[in-house]
């Protein structure tokens, strides 16, 4: 079993999702795999790890809402070692990003 972090706050533009990058990338240096998840339909998080949106059909929402659809399914890699993410739920949970210490 992986340790979550969740990046929460309820006040805007504190830095929620500029900590998530930089705690993902540095637990990632640090040779954890880490799984980012992007819960903010800004998708930024996403957007920062170099994902173009364009390219994403499924996102945790789609997750939440169809049992057959697994989590792995939408995890995509990122250009760095050990870090990968998976895409936003939009309008499902509206603030906040996770970061994920994964080991399986
Ligand atoms: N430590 C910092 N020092 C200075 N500027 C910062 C710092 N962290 C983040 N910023 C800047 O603050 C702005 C908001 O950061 P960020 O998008 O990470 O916040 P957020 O809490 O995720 O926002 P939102 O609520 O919109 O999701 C960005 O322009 C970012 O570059
Ligand atoms: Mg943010």
Redesign the pocket.
């Known amino acids: 079993m992986g340790t979550v972090i969740a990046v929460a706050?309820q006040?805007?533009?504190?830095?929620?999702?500029?900590?998530t990058i930089n705690l993902g990338g540095a637990l990632a240096s640090l040779g954890h795999r880490v799984l980012c998840l992007d819960l903010?339909p800004?998708a930024?998080l996403t957007v920062g790890l170099g994902i173009d949106l364009n390219t994403v059909e499924k996102n945790i929402a789609n997750v939440l809402i169809d049992p057959d659809l697994k989590l792995t399914s939408i995890i995509r890699p990122t250009k760095t070692k050990n870090l990968r993410r998976a895409r936003d739920a939009r309008a499902v949970i509206r603030?906040g990003?996770a970061v994920q210490r994964d080991r399986s």
């Open positions: 706050n006040k805007g533009g504190v830095g929620k999702t500029t900590c903010d800004q930024n603030r990003g």
